[in-house]
């Protein structure tokens, strides 16, 4: 998160990944602008379609490689897949991948279209393509920028529920601080687990075991997560971008 | 996701219009410093208009929201030495930008005096408008203000 107290060594990656996003965005707004206004006029086309080669585009491959390795740095790589299966995550993905293949188009497009202009063949209206294509990539990054700042969460996240001890069920207090866990109990029984997650830290926190993640919680606040384990050992971690591999992970073993 | 969440992801696209509006105002100041025509200044400066309403509305969006996230959020205050020093960045950055529309108003102003006297072809006046210094400074200075913003989230220098 942009506004959020992270591990560190995340922070310019980060840094990097926002500026790209924000060049390209720009590029985008420039190319539409002048596409829209050109009126047939070659010099607004030809700003339109430079905004989007020599401005947009690196802005792009700078954002994509700084993606990637912030993707590294938060060790979303290292998790389950039920884990890192995201919603803001995959359309972040989405309009990166696909998006920048539908970028590359609308480049070879509005590149076809200025050969044209320049030879006097014609009169740009391919740049017309070029305008609508960058109208969706626009859309798309308004998308990514709520989906990755908002961060919407979908099957992975499942509600808390109230604490409610039954004779053959465990109770795990789960300290949350920057950033580690400290559990009450590291072997428990397999059966039904009662974990109360209280947030000791500056900075919120979530609790996610065996496909089963807590609310997220603010400082100072507690909640509960129950969860049914079988015999086994379980990875347990921090759901927030960048904890889990900063140190908010462990295993419990269930016996 | 929550109140919370919506009034952040909101600031930031917010955020994220800002500096959107400053690098295509940038790409369209770059291209007028070769120009001399009327027309065609009057054709650029069209851009710029756009790319100045979208940072006004940025700047209106980012402060706003901005502050209010920093109440909702118990692990932010606007009171916190980093937010202050991004609140002091963005009245920098928003009267500087605000003294550059000025600034770029004048080519626009000339371009549109000598159509009207029809003088429609090149004019050394009118190249010498565009590539003024003054506008120029102004814009780099709202421009490193906002980038300063930006690293001044991301590090939080104190919190």
């Known amino acids: 998160m942009f506004a959020a107290i992270r591990p560190a060594g995340q922070d310019f990656p980060l840094l990097l990944h926002i500026v790209g996003a924000t060049i390209v965005f720009g590029g985008l707004l420039a190319s539409i602008a ?54 803001w995550l995959t359309i972040g993905f989405i309009v990166g991948d696909y998006g920048g293949l539908f970028f590359i188009a609308a480049l070879v497009i509005g590149g076809i279209g200025i050969r044209r202009l320049n030879s006097g063949k014609s009169d740009g209206g391919l740049l017309k393509v070029t305008l609508v294509m960058a109208l969706v990539l626009a859309l798309g990054y308004i998308v990514a920028v709520w989906a990755m700042t908002g961060k919407p969460t979908g099957s992975t996240a499942a509600p808390a529920v109230a604490a409610s001890s039954t004779a053959t069920s465990t109770a795990v207090t789960v300290d949350a601080t920057e950033f580690k866990f400290t559990l009450t109990k590291m072997q428990v029984p397999h059966g039904t687990v009662v974990f109360t997650l209280v947030n000791q830290g500056k900075v919120s926190h979530d609790f996610s075991i065996n496909g089963k993640t807590s609310a997220l919680v603010a400082p100072g606040k507690s909640t509960t997560i129950t969860v049914s384990l079988a015999a086994g050992k379980y990875l347990y971690v921090c759901t927030v971008p960048g904890h889990a591999n900063a140190g908010m992970e462990g295993t419990l073993i269930a016996t | 996701m929550s109140y919370v969440d919506w009034i952040f992801a909101l600031h930031l696209l917010t955020a994220a219009t800002l500096v959107g509006g400053f690098v295509m105002t940038w790409i369209v100041v770059v291209v007028l410093r070769s120009v001399n025509a009327p027309d065609e200044t009057l054709s650029l400066n069209r851009i710029v208009v756009i790319g100045s309403a979208v940072i006004v509305v940025g700047l209106v969006g980012t402060i706003s929201l901005g502050i209010w996230t920093a109440f909702l959020r118990p692990e932010l205050r606007p009171w916190h ?59 780099g200075l709202a421009s490193a203000a906002v980038v300063l913003i930006v690293i001044d989230m991301i590090y939080k220098p104190g919190a």
């Open chain 1, 34 to 87: 002048a596409l829209a206004l050109a009126r047939g006029e070659a010099k607004l086309l030809r700003v339109g379609y430079y905004s989007l080669l020599l401005v947009a585009l690196p802005g792009m491959a700078i954002m994509w490689g700084a993606g990637e390795w912030l993707y590294h740095k938060q060790g979303w790589n290292k998790l389950p897949s039920n884990l890192k299966n995201v919603d």
């Open chain 2, 81 to 139: 030495g980093w937010a202050i020093a991004a609140i002091v960045l963005w009245a920098i950055a928003a009267a500087a930008v605000l003294r550059s529309f000025v600034e770029y108003a004048k080519p626009a102003q000339k371009a549109r005096e000598l159509i009207a006297a029809g003088k429609t072809g090149p004019s050394d006046e009118l190249r010498a408008l565009n590539r003024a210094t003054t506008g120029l400074l102004l814009r």
